[in-house]
């Protein structure tokens, strides 16, 4: 599936290389393009094999913060 998330914690455009790096990094994760201008992050993955709550986790992991839209 494919869900966009919010992120917090970027200031340049290496923390989006970071994020975006660290969230590719997951098995079921096929594609994760993180927006340092809108804060954003889409990520396409395998729902069956891990949930938002495990891609928020890799990206706390990273150094930076990650939440679903409110
Ligand atoms: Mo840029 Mo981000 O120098 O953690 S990599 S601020």
Redesign the pocket.
């Known amino acids: 599936m494919k869900q966009t998330f919010q992120v917090t914690g970027?200031?340049?455009s290496?923390?989006s290389a970071?994020v975006e790096k660290a969230v590719n990094k997951l098995e079921a994760v096929s594609k994760a393009e993180v927006s340092l201008m809108t804060n954003s992050m889409s990520v396409e993955y395998n729902a069956d094999a891990i949930s938002p709550q495990d891609i928020i986790h890799a990206v706390e992991q990273a150094?930076y913060g990650a939440s679903l839209p409110q």
């Open positions: 970027m200031t340049c290496a923390c970071h150094g």
